[in-house]
């Protein structure tokens, strides 16, 4: 496999200098590995702290800056950051305000983030968590005891920033983070496996002429495998799948997410459809996103992520935002 690389060790690293170079508005400490956004901490302000393996860009380093992420922690290529990149980037965005952790749902993930939250509160550091759990998928994985967490980590990172950016208070941006993942579900379809540069090959096999309904964002396996089908008919089974798990009684957040490979030509036809079938369930589309955001290296794929959303949610997330991954309103 053909990688733009210069070797698997130093892939991170590599890519975190490069950040650091491509965004002065970032602080990246490439040896310690976090990313703060270079005005923390700000005054009287709940700093978010989030993080994950590496291989899912922008999610999360991408996602740092106003109005959305005050930190963020990689970890090596699906692999996740280790407690002390956590304290580090606690101390570094604490302004006496708290902190909030937003914790993807995978056991590495949970486990060192607990330990981060008593470490950094042992330091004077007061910290909320929130876990991120909504791909109605599969209950448990390779990585994950229950729900995975995939799509909607963006919609409680912006919501929830916006809501800190606005100077609320810890409890309430925990609680808002909470209600955004409770109101959200997703599911994911891969057309082909990922390649790590470690193993410098595809993960998983998936035939030619199949494709994987319900991956998961490190290539764990989904609910079944068919043939393959058409955009629309990809657009059915996930938005039904989404829809079996989730009473849409507001209006709606819509993520259309690329897995890292499939280009916007081919996400904007599936997303067509994905609006025809919601019109079809009579599912009203606040607003919408399309684009690769929580990826998967090089897979093919896509993600469906839909979170009910009142005016309030609404208003959070049409706050202004300025990061690397998303930027609207300033």
Request: charged share 25%; aromatic share 4%.
């Amino acid at each position: 496999m053909k990688m733009l690389i210069n070797v698997p060790e130093t892939v991170v690293a590599d890519a975190l200098r490069g950040m650091a170079a491509a965004h002065p508005e970032l602080t990246v400490d490439v040896e310690n590995r976090v990313i703060v956004r270079r005005d923390a901490p700000v005054p009287g302000k709940v700093g978010l702290v989030s993080g994950g393996g590496s291989g899912h860009e922008p999610l999360h380093g991408g996602f740092v800056g106003h109005g959305m992420l005050d930190a963020a922690c990689p970890g090596e290529v699906f692999t996740s950051p280790v407690p002390d990149q956590m304290v580090r980037a606690a101390a570094a965005v604490d302004s006496g305000a708290g902190v909030l952790f937003v914790v993807k749902n995978y056991t590495g993930d949970v486990l060192n983030f607990e330990m981060a939250a008593e470490l950094a509160e042992d330091e004077g550091i007061q910290v909320a968590s929130v876990l991120v759990n909504d791909d109605v998928a599969v209950t448990d994985s390779l990585y994950t005891a229950g729900r995975r967490g995939t799509g909607a980590t963006l919609f409680v990172e912006k919501i929830a920033g916006a809501a800190a950016e606005e100077g609320a208070p810890l409890e309430r941006v925990e609680a808002l983070a909470r209600r955004v993942n409770d109101a959200s579900r997703s599911f994911g379809v891969a057309l082909s496996a990922c390649t790590t540069p470690a193993k410098g090959g595809p993960t998983f096999d998936l035939p030619p002429g199949e494709l994987e309904l319900g991956i998961g964002i490190h290539g764990e396996p989904g609910r079944e495998r068919r043939a393959m089908m058409t955009s629309g008919e990809i657009a059915d089974f996930a938005v039904d799948a989404v829809l079996e798990d989730l009473d849409p009684r507001e209006p709606v957040l819509l993520l259309v997410n690329g897995m890292g490979a499939t280009p916007l030509l081919e996400l904007y036809g599936f997303h067509a459809e994905v609006h025809r079938v919601l019109r079809e369930r009579r599912v009203d589309v606040a607003r919408t996103l399309v684009g690769n955001y929580v990826t998967s290296l090089d897979m093919a794929g896509c993600s469906v992520t839909l979170c009910r959303a009142d005016e309030e949610l609404l208003r959070l997330w049409d706050a202004p935002v300025a990061t690397p991954g998303l930027r609207w309103g300033r």
